[in-house]
DNA sequence: GTGATTTAAAAGTCATACTTTTGTGGACCT
DNA sequence: AGGTCCACAAAAGTATGACTTTTAAATCAC
């Protein structure tokens, strides 16, 4: 089973936009939609149905009596969760990782300044929940329990935030975190500098010290981005 | 015409993505495939496509026997250029232009501070120009002509950058910027302060002051939202 | 009332026929 | 040789109708 059973129309779907962003089709190839139908064995209809998603995330384009022609990377809307997700489980994960890392060292230090003015007082609970069990799970191998709360902890930050744009990201920091955690050659202990930090930013927060969360949190960033060059160079 | 004749698919597309980002179906919302091929009076496979679509932009969710679900603001995906350009032309217009704003603080000063690591000598020599066309026109009610040379500005920038999740912000910052400048009450000539800053990131990014640009374009951003918020409190 | 069973509503899929757009190649002219 | 025009065909776009599958909700059995 390459896929979940989840309709043909996923199936196609998740074929051609891994294959694509993978590569496998260099931009300007051209594909048919009779050919894909035969190919896939299911009817033009399911076809046409994914050529349009694909459209819409501009990973392909079509025009009549030439076909659907891959296009070049540049364009494709690399926000996309889906077109996320693919590139992160193709080919270029390594590079997909390091640039949402970059985007991240943008984002959530802005959000954490931002929080720390808006975030009511179960968030600010939340999060100070989060870094402790952070702390708990930081030694003795608990990767996977260190990931759960290292991703609720951002994500409470980015919607506290106040802002859609910055909410929106929770997913991608998710994924960000998930990959580092599993496909990353990874110490099997946090750094415990970072755990700390962690625990500082929920202070600083809880203590509406905007510049305080703001410095903080640019300084988790700047250790996964070092943490990154050190271990995929 | 309510849009271009650009095909049945576009047309339904173009106008139940816009009245949904509009807010005219409340969240939960229960449209039938048929009730709406009869509406635009299409065949059921253009509305189909149209669905599939809106779907993967988390408009709406499809589900069988019951039928295609409004899904909450919170769901959509913000980030699609599509989807941010129906909310710029609808109601939360004022809202969308404030979170994209707080967006480009975020990102564009770590774009500036990545762009003087790595700019070309031709994106250089290019920003310097657009910050001197931004000179230029920023006397004597020229706003539109400066506003193009604003755009590739910060275009030029984020591509300079070198990362693709900046570069494809692009297209966000020049609606913004138009936005700013069509629909929002603006002053007759851009404020002096930020055209000055501008040519100064130009120089930074050329000398390679990553720190400088950085700075320079954090203080234009805060002008960016203080604007906002003397213009539409 | 609770749980199993039937029912029907709506999306999902398919096959086919037809329309529209548009590259391409060839005829024709200069 | 080179350009213009035109007819052709290829591929996407659209329409229609039949059939399948899922599943919420009504019905029935206990």
Redesign the interface.
């Known amino acids: 089973m390459t896929t979940r059973a989840r309709g043909l129309?996923t199936h196609v779907l998740e074929s051609l936009g891994l294959a694509i962003t993978a590569g496998e089709y260099p931009p300007g190839s051209v594909l048919r939609t009779d050919e894909l139908a035969q190919r896939f064995d299911v009817s033009r209809?399911v076809v046409?149905?994914?050529i349009?998603?694909l459209?819409?995330?501009y990973l392909v384009e079509s025009r009549r009596r030439v076909g659907v022609t891959v296009q070049p990377?540049?364009q494709w809307?690399?926000?996309?969760?889906?077109v996320i997700r693919w590139r992160l489980a193709g080919a270029d994960r390594p590079r997909q990782l390091r640039?949402?890392t970059?985007?991240r060292?943008?984002?959530e230090?802005?959000?954490a300044g931002?929080a720390a003015l808006r975030a009511t007082p179960a968030q600010c609970a939340d999060l100070t929940e989060q870094a402790l069990g952070m702390v708990a799970t930081s030694r003795g191998r608990q990767l996977e329990a260190y990931l759960v709360h290292d991703v609720a902890f951002h994500r409470i930050v980015l919607n506290a935030s106040g802002?859609?744009?910055?909410?929106?990201l929770g997913d991608v920091v998710a994924e960000v975190l998930a990959g580092r955690t599993h496909h990353q050659v990874m110490f099997p202990d946090p750094d415990p500098a970072a755990v700390t930090l962690h625990v500082r930013v929920a202070e600083a927060v809880r203590a509406r010290d905007t510049a305080e969360a703001e410095r903080l949190t640019r300084e988790i960033a700047v250790g996964a981005l070092q943490e990154l060059d050190v271990l995929a160079p």
Chains 1, 2 share one sequence.
């Open positions: 129309h209809t046409r149905e994914v349009r998603v459209e819409s995330m990377a540049e809307n690399v926000y996309d969760p889906q640039s949402l970059v985007l060292s943008a984002v230090p802005v959000a931002l802002n859609e744009m910055f909410a929106r």
